[in-house]
Structure formats: structure tokens, C-alpha cells
């Protein structure tokens, strides 16, 4: 009976809330998956119909499924927002501990995010293999999808390393099956057996992860709480950077997505190219703006997450010059984390060291000019949705967003009038440097200016 009004209010307020972003994007993703299906189908159809008439697509459906596990954990680990524990007010209803955790399984059968790669690998799968070969590769798929999502579900739920860490460890063992399967009993199985004994396994880590969900306790009172109190110095106001992006939904998620997306793209376009020729090519465009963007989110919004208590901030002693000298330096660990990102590349002689290195230099530099953002940003929300939102956007703002495409200009007009890429990475190397000397004066300049007008910055944050 209570599972019935759970559901029903569930379904009330899924009515009244419901997203049509995350509708939009799904939407987006589906038709971008099956544009490039399509595509990969008509430049590889005659490959492929050899490899169906061969009977040897059906030993691909487990190794496949598996890999789009991580996947599938990224995605839902954005994307998904379901309630993991009972808030104070469902607290005060005689609501079972178990009548919860069977509403937490339900919802997750329903979850459209469950079904979108199952429906994928349903469209691949009638593509390349038998009918009864890709039902099969539906249902072990389907099952794939519901495991991962109650692995979701139990780490939202799951409070402390402490408990979270059996999740992680349940997965780790997962995957570590999964490779001694298809190593040494995949073949011996054949493909029926194999996707059949598979599901069977992935069934029992499914129930293995409800059954922890059902164990685990979640309390809403269960927070971690400082128990001394120190100054406020540079340490902690760099860790006051990294701590709003880490809290900040809008930001992190658009972070996380921007930076695989253009690492990805950067991976996809340099394969097979020569490292001496990939800026020449135009390839190289696609390391830079990895590097540019892993900070041009956050330095299109300085000061906007701390206009949320900037009246506090003001009481503190501690000066702007401070704040924006710690924050151009955290910019600078962004542009270096998208860097690491690139390293396998050289490895692999996608690009050469020196390319990167220059570019790495060049958007260090470029950060500079992020910071007079600061003299006319708005006030953000911290946890509002990470997309379609304008939600402090002003004139200042768009107009000075033209300023960051300056960079993109220099780097194309580069690639493009000289040939030696030497010469380029030679010229892109002292862009920056010179742009880092000048850092410290330029951001003393931005702070007297901030300070000039303090009362209407203020004014500002309070709308």
C-alpha cells in the first residue's frame, strides 16, 4: 500500500518537475548515435555482410555490452537525479525500510536513461547480426543498464568512502570477470551460451548491488563538519576554486562533458596523421581549443559563484588581488589537467610533445584574459540545471565573449600562413610566456578597478 502512494506522488511530482532538457538531450544524443550508425554502416556495409554471412557477429555481444558499461556509468552519474534516501518529510510517514528500497528499484525500471543503450544496442545489433541475436544482446544489455543504475543509486544513497568503497570494489570484481570470460570461456560457449551464462552473471551483480542498497543506512543529519577553524590564506583560497566547481552541478557537469567531448574529438582527427604536418592540416586547432576550454567555462563566470557570498567574503582580510591571483593560477591547473589528458597522444604520434607543450603555454597565458569578466559578471546559482541556462548572462558578458575567440584567430591565422611548425610553436610559446609576465601587474590593474566600484559590484551580486 505505501508503494502504491510512493509511486503516486512520484509520478505527481515527475508531472510537475518534468525536464524537458534532459528529454532534449537525450533526444539529441539518440539521433546522434544513429546518424553515426548510418554512416559508419554505408562506408563499411560490405565488411560487415561478410562478417554476418560468417556467423561471427554474435561473439561480439558480450565484449560489447561490457565496454559500454563505463559508459553508461558516466552518463547516468550526470545525468541521473532520482532520490537515493527519504527526505525529512517522508521520514515522518510510517514508510518501511523495505517499502523504500523496492520504490528504489522500481524507479530505476522506469528510468528512460536504463533504456537508451539497450534501445541502441537493439538498433545495432538488427543491423549487423540475426533477430535472435540482437533480442539477446537487448536483454543482456537491459540487465547491463539496471545493474549500473542501482550501482548509482547505491553510491548517492551510500554516505562516507567508507561505504561507497564496496560499490567500487563489487564493479572492480565485475570487470575483472568479465575479461577472464571472454579470455577463456567465450569461445568455448559460443555465442548463445556465452550471452546467456553472461546474463546470468550480470544478473547476480545486479542482485548483489540491491541487496547492499537494501543493507546500507542513509541519514540526512550524517554530514561531515570542520572541528578547527584556521586563517584564510592562499591554500584556502585555491581550495575554495576547486571546491565550488566540485559542489556546483552547472559547472562541474558542463566541465566534465566539454572536456571528454573535445578530448575525444582531439583523439578522433589526429588519428593516422603526421605529427609534423597535423597543424599544417588544421589538426592541431583541436589539441589547442582541448586545452583553451578546459578553462574558458569557468573564466566566462569569475566571480559569479562567489557573488553568492561576496558580502562575506569582504569582511574577511584577505584582498581581490588574492582572489583573482588564485584563481588565474587554478585556470592554469585546468588548462594542465586537459594537458595530461593529451600525453597518451604523443605516445601514440598523434601529435608531437613540442605542439602541445606550445599550446599548453599559449592558453596558461590566455587566461589573462578571463579575469576582467570579474568587473561585470552576475550572480550564479550553484545547483541549477548545467544546461540551457542563461541564468546570469548579461550584455557585459556576450560582448565580452568575443574577446576569447582573439586566441582561436591567432592560432588559425598561424597554423595557416606558416609552414614550419616550428616557427609556431616558437610564436605561440612567447604569446603566452609574455602574457604570464605581465599577469601579476594586469591583475593588480583588474582589482583597483574592481575595488573602484565595489558598491555596484555588490549591487550586482544581489540580483
Same mark, same amino acid.
Given at each position: 500500500?505505501?508503494?502504491?502512494?510512493?509511486?503516486?506522488?512520484? $509520478?505527481?511530482?515527475?508531472?510537475?518537475?518534468?525536464?524537458?532538457?534532459?528529454?532534449?538531450?537525450?533526444?539529441?544524443? %539518440?539521433?546522434? =548515435?544513429?546518424? *553515426?550508425?548510418?554512416?559508419? !554502416?554505408?562506408?563499411?556495409?560490405?565488411?560487415?555482410?561478410?562478417?554476418?554471412?560468417?556467423?561471427? %557477429?554474435?561473439?561480439?555481444?558480450?565484449?560489447? =555490452?561490457?565496454? @559500454?558499461?563505463?559508459?553508461?556509468?558516466?552518463?547516468?552519474?550526470?545525468?541521473?537525479?532520482?532520490?537515493?534516501?527519504?527526505?525529512?518529510? &517522508?521520514?515522518?510517514?510510517?514508510?518501511?525500510?523495505?517499502?523504500?528500497?523496492?520504490?528504489?528499484?522500481?524507479?530505476?525500471?522506469?528510468?528512460?536513461?536504463?533504456?537508451?543503450?539497450? =534501445?541502441?544496442?537493439?538498433?545495432?545489433?538488427?543491423?549487423?547480426?540475426?533477430?535472435?541475436? #540482437? @533480442?539477446? #544482446?537487448?536483454?543482456?544489455?537491459?540487465?547491463?543498464?539496471?545493474?549500473?543504475?542501482?550501482?548509482?543509486?547505491?553510491?548517492?544513497?551510500?554516505? *562516507?568512502?567508507? +561505504?561507497?568503497?564496496?560499490?567500487?570494489?563489487?564493479?572492480?570484481?565485475? !570487470?575483472?570477470?568479465?575479461?577472464?570470460?571472454?579470455?577463456?570461456?567465450?569461445?568455448?560457449?559460443?555465442?548463445?551460451?556465452?550471452?546467456?551464462?553472461?546474463?546470468?552473471?550480470?544478473?547476480?551483480?545486479?542482485?548483489?548491488?540491491?541487496? +547492499?542498497?537494501?543493507?546500507?543506512?542513509? !541519514?540526512?543529519?550524517?554530514?561531515?563538519?570542520?572541528?578547527?577553524?584556521?586563517?584564510?590564506?592562499?591554500?584556502?583560497?585555491?581550495?575554495?576554486?576547486?571546491?565550488?566547481?566540485?559542489?556546483?552541478?552547472?559547472? &562541474?557537469?558542463?566541465?566534465? @562533458?566539454l572536456l571528454g567531448i573535445m578530448s575525444v574529438q582531439a583523439y578522433i582527427?589526429?588519428?593516422?596523421?603526421?605529427?609534423?604536418?597535423?597543424?599544417? *592540416?588544421?589538426?592541431?586547432?583541436?589539441?589547442?581549443?582541448?586545452?583553451?576550454?578546459?578553462?574558458?567555462?569557468?573564466?566566462?563566470?569569475?566571480?559569479?559563484?562567489?557573488?553568492?557570498?561576496?558580502?562575506?567574503?569582504?569582511?574577511?582580510?584577505?584582498?581581490?588581488?588574492?582572489?583573482?591571483?588564485?584563481?588565474? $593560477?587554478?585556470?592554469?591547473?585546468?588548462? &594542465?589537467? #586537459?594537458? &595530461?589528458?593529451?600525453?597518451?597522444?604523443?605516445?601514440?604520434?598523434?601529435?608531437?610533445?613540442?605542439?602541445?607543450?606550445?599550446?599548453?603555454?599559449?592558453?596558461?597565458?590566455?587566461?589573462?584574459?578571463? %579575469?576582467?569578466?570579474?568587473?561585470?559578471?552576475?550572480?550564479?546559482?550553484?545547483?541549477?540545471?548545467?544546461?540551457?541556462?542563461?541564468?546570469?548572462?548579461?550584455? *557585459?558578458?556576450?560582448?565580452? #565573449?568575443?574577446?576569447?575567440?582573439?586566441p582561436i584567430i591567432i592560432y588559425s591565422c598561424l597554423i595557416v600562413f606558416?609552414?614550419?611548425?616550428?616557427?609556431?610553436?616558437?610564436?605561440?610559446?612567447?604569446?603566452?610566456?609574455?602574457?604570464?609576465?605581465?599577469?601579476?601587474?594586469?591583475?593588480?590593474?583588474?582589482?583597483?578597478?574592481? %575595488?573602484?566600484?565595489?558598491?555596484?559590484?555588490?549591487?550586482?551580486?544581489?540580483?
Open positions: 500500500m505505501m508503494l502504491k502512494i510512493l509511486l503516486k506522488l512520484w $509520478w505527481i511530482q515527475k508531472r510537475r518537475t518534468f525536464d524537458w532538457k534532459r528529454l532534449g538531450l537525450f533526444i539529441y544524443m %539518440m539521433l546522434c =548515435v544513429i546518424v *553515426g550508425l548510418c554512416a559508419g !554502416y554505408w562506408q563499411a556495409g560490405g565488411e560487415l555482410d561478410q562478417l554476418t554471412s560468417r556467423g561471427e %557477429m554474435g561473439l561480439i555481444i558480450v565484449p560489447f =555490452v561490457v565496454i @559500454l558499461s563505463p559508459f553508461e556509468l558516466w552518463m547516468k552519474l550526470l545525468l541521473k537525479t532520482d532520490a537515493a534516501g527519504m527526505d525529512d518529510y &517522508l521520514r515522518s510517514k510510517p514508510i518501511p525500510k523495505a517499502t523504500w528500497n523496492h520504490f528504489l528499484l522500481v524507479t530505476n525500471l522506469v528510468d528512460y536513461l536504463n533504456w537508451f543503450i539497450p =534501445v541502441m544496442v537493439l538498433i545495432i545489433g538488427k543491423t549487423l547480426m540475426p533477430i535472435g541475436y #540482437a @533480442l539477446l #544482446a537487448f536483454c543482456l544489455s537491459l540487465t547491463q543498464n539496471f545493474a549500473d543504475g542501482l550501482m548509482i543509486t547505491g553510491i548517492r544513497k551510500a554516505q *562516507g568512502w567508507e +561505504y561507497k568503497l564496496p560499490l567500487w570494489l563489487m564493479l572492480l570484481f565485475y !570487470y575483472c570477470i568479465s575479461a577472464l570470460f571472454m579470455i577463456f570461456f567465450m569461445h568455448w560457449l559460443g555465442a548463445i551460451g556465452s550471452t546467456i551464462a553472461w546474463f546470468f552473471i550480470t544478473l547476480g551483480f545486479g542482485i548483489s548491488i540491491y541487496a +547492499y542498497l537494501c543493507y546500507v543506512k542513509h !541519514y540526512n543529519e550524517q554530514r561531515s563538519q570542520t572541528s578547527k577553524v584556521g586563517r584564510i590564506g592562499g591554500s584556502s583560497l585555491f581550495s575554495m576554486e576547486y571546491i565550488s566547481l566540485l559542489r556546483s552541478k552547472r559547472l &562541474l557537469r558542463g566541465e566534465l @562533458l582527427r589526429s588519428m593516422g596523421i603526421d605529427p609534423d604536418n597535423d597543424l599544417n *592540416g588544421g589538426e592541431g586547432i583541436y589539441v589547442f581549443m582541448t586545452i583553451m576550454f578546459s578553462s574558458l567555462i569557468l573564466g566566462q563566470w569569475v566571480f559569479s559563484i562567489e557573488g553568492n557570498f561576496f558580502h562575506g567574503l569582504m569582511t574577511k582580510p584577505i584582498s581581490v588581488f588574492d582572489m583573482l591571483w588564485r584563481k588565474f $593560477w587554478f585556470f592554469i591547473l585546468l588548462n &594542465l589537467t #586537459a594537458t &595530461l589528458l593529451l600525453v597518451p597522444g604523443i605516445f601514440l604520434g598523434y601529435w608531437s610533445p613540442l605542439m602541445v607543450l606550445s599550446a599548453f603555454i599559449f592558453c596558461a597565458g590566455i587566461n589573462l584574459l578571463y %579575469m576582467p569578466t570579474s568587473l561585470f559578471s552576475k550572480r550564479i546559482d550553484l545547483f541549477s540545471s548545467a544546461f540551457f541556462n542563461y541564468q546570469g548572462a548579461s550584455m *557585459g558578458v556576450n560582448v565580452y #565573449a568575443f574577446v576569447t575567440i582573439i606558416i609552414d614550419n611548425t616550428l616557427i609556431v610553436d616558437a610564436i605561440l610559446s612567447a604569446i603566452g610566456l609574455t602574457m604570464l609576465a605581465f599577469s601579476r601587474p594586469f591583475i593588480q590593474w583588474v582589482a583597483h578597478r574592481f %575595488m573602484a566600484k565595489k558598491y555596484k559590484r555588490m549591487e550586482d551580486f544581489m540580483k
